[in-house]
């Protein structure tokens, strides 16, 4: 049966967002402290923390960026693109000025946040599926490092000399531990017990040691 609807359709209508901080997603600070990128309604921005320019850094139309932050050298900015029609990482200028560099060509789902190494090496990530992976920025390859069976992964950091991925995994009995990859050798060490939830873990200044919350 064909259906026709009257309507004023307002809500499909074009409007100025007058306040945009009120769509504010992700914020992330530059390495040096000298700008933010922020990600509000797929839309991404670097502003500069002292006065300055406003750049647009990716804004496609169609197009939704999300979980945005700066990579290690603070010139480039890493982000979720769904141009490809999957959720997949992208590195773009964070001048606004040249193009921008598809890094993933194996997105199925979902992906959450991702964290950079501090060399700038390697991209942990992970997604719906419940995995933990690796990209490689110098040979661009995606790895997945595990599957968790209990739940998300999260809480990604990485030890200041790169070498160490500290992430939560929820353990069979449901409370979630603190564990450690090795990107050298790809061993994992589990570093809290399973009696107590953990998380946040944090590295310290010289890496020799790591915080965390505990129960």
Same mark, same amino acid.
């Given at each position: 049966i064909p259906v026709t609807l009257v309507s004023d359709f307002d809500n499909l209508r074009e409007r100025w *967002?007058?306040?945009?901080?009120?769509?504010?997603?992700?914020?992330?600070l530059s390495p040096d402290g000298a700008a933010v990128v922020f990600t509000a309604r797929g839309i991404l921005f670097v502003a500069p923390s002292k006065p300055g320019r406003l750049v647009t850094v990716a804004a496609k139309p169609g197009v939704r960026y999300r979980n945005a932050l700066f990579m290690p050298d603070?010139?480039?900015?890493? %982000? =979720?693109?769904?141009e490809s029609g999957e959720l997949e990482f992208w590195k773009f200028p964070a001048s606004g000025?040249?193009?921008?560099?598809?890094?993933?060509?194996?997105?199925? *789902?979902?992906?959450?946040?991702?964290r950079p190494s501090p060399d700038g090496n390697w991209i942990a990530h992970r997604d719906k599926d419940q995995q933990l992976w690796l990209y490689d920025t110098r040979s661009k390859s995606n790895k =997945?490092?595990?599957?968790?069976?209990?739940?998300? =992964?999260?809480?990604?950091?990485?030890?200041?000399?790169?070498?160490? =991925? %500290?992430? *939560?995994e929820s353990a069979d009995n449901t409370f979630n531990q603190i564990k450690l990859y090795n990107v050298e050798d790809g061993t994992i060490t589990t570093a809290t017990s399973d009696r107590y939830n953990s998380g946040n873990p944090a590295w310290s200044a010289d890496g020799k040691w790591l915080y965390f919350l505990s129960d």
């Open positions: *967002v007058r306040r945009p901080i009120e769509y504010l997603t992700t914020a992330s603070g010139k480039s900015i890493l %982000a =979720l693109s769904s000025i040249g193009s921008p560099e598809r890094l993933t060509t194996d997105g199925k *789902v979902l992906r959450w946040d991702s =997945l490092i595990v599957q968790s069976m209990n739940d998300d =992964l999260d809480h990604l950091s990485w030890s200041p000399d790169s070498r160490w =991925l %500290a992430y *939560v």
